[in-house]
């Protein structure tokens, strides 16, 4: 695969026809022609030069990359379709939305930052633990910790069998029957705040995730939807990612080449500061 190619049915997903599985679907069906001839398989790379023909009509260009911040709110879930027949996000977001996907989950209890994406292939990304990012949350829980109990899920602990990495754990303050902790992790094991916390004996009753690597919860409202700029992606992610397939930024003659591709950002320091904290 060369290094500006990609799989037809993604290319097919980036410019909106469809998800990649239905795009997979209507490939199959014979709906989709390139250069001239129809295709039945979806096993085929194509790169920007290629003419996609799709119900008769030419393939739109590519979008871009996009990432949108979201205020997930609670007693939603995050998959496309919930075999519950639960609300889900994407039954929430404004109508002119792009098909976006999410970037990591949320449980449907769950309430706060949830990262929106059109490209699969940065989902992706963005959710490898190799990536690096601390996803940080606000955690009330009824009970009195102390730093004794907490100092388990600093170290690793194991529940069930399954590993659960060393946590950064903080106890903020008592409020009545309940605590504040604030809780930063690199994993996405599933409920895993809560499971962590059920097995030192305390109850999670409010789990705000306040921010995912350098991108922040902060000036949203619960169900509001912003955009992440272009600019910012570049800053966090690298050039290349906020482009379409086979778009070569230009460089600055003033400036040498560069001999490797920048590094995304690691975490950015507090996160949520405690002025700004939920109370």
């Known amino acids: 695969m060369t290094e500006d190619s990609e799989r037809i049915a993604k290319r097919l997903a980036r410019a909106g ?9 209507m490939i199959t069906e014979g709906r989709v022609s390139v250069n001239g001839k129809t295709i039945d398989s979806p096993a085929l790379n194509v790169t920007a030069k290629d003419r996609i023909i799709v119900d008769g009509a030419p393939l739109d260009a590519p979008e ?3 990432v949108w ?15 519950k027949g639960r609300a889900t996000v994407f039954d929430e977001l404004p109508e002119d939305m792009p098909r976006v996907m999410s970037i990591g989950r949320l449980d449907l209890n769950s309430e706060g930052l949830l990262l929106l994406t059109n490209d699969g292939g940065l989902k992706r990304r963005l959710e490898l633990p190799s990536t690096g990012w601390l996803r940080r949350y606000r955690v009330r829980i009824n009970g009195e910790p102390t730093e004794d109990m907490l100092t388990p899920l600093r170290k690793g602990i194991q529940i069930d069998g399954e590993n659960f990495q060393p946590m950064e754990v903080s106890l903020d303050r008592q409020q009545g029957a309940n605590a504040w902790v604030t809780v930063g992790l690199r994993e996405g094991k599933n409920r895993e705040i809560r499971r962590a916390m059920s097995h ?12 995912y690597g350098p991108f922040r919860l902060e000036g949203l409202r619960p169900g509001q939807v912003e955009p992440v700029r272009a600019r910012v992606l570049r800053e ?5 990612i906020a482009a379409p397939l086979g778009y070569v930024p230009p460089r600055d003659p003033a400036k040498p080449k560069p001999k490797f591709a920048p590094k995304p950002r690691r975490d950015v320091p507090g996160a949520f500061k405690g002025k700004n904290r939920r109370k």
């Open 200 to 211: 030192i004996g305390l109850y999670v009753n409010r789990l705000i995730r306040v921010s």
């Open 69 to 83: 911040r979201y205020y997930k709110p609670t007693g939603l879930v995050t998959s496309e379709r919930d075999e």
């Open 17 to 25: 026809v469809a998800s990649r599985r239905g795009a997979e679907a």
């Open 236 to 240: 966090q992610l690298g050039e290349e």
């Open 64 to 66: 871009p990359a996009k």
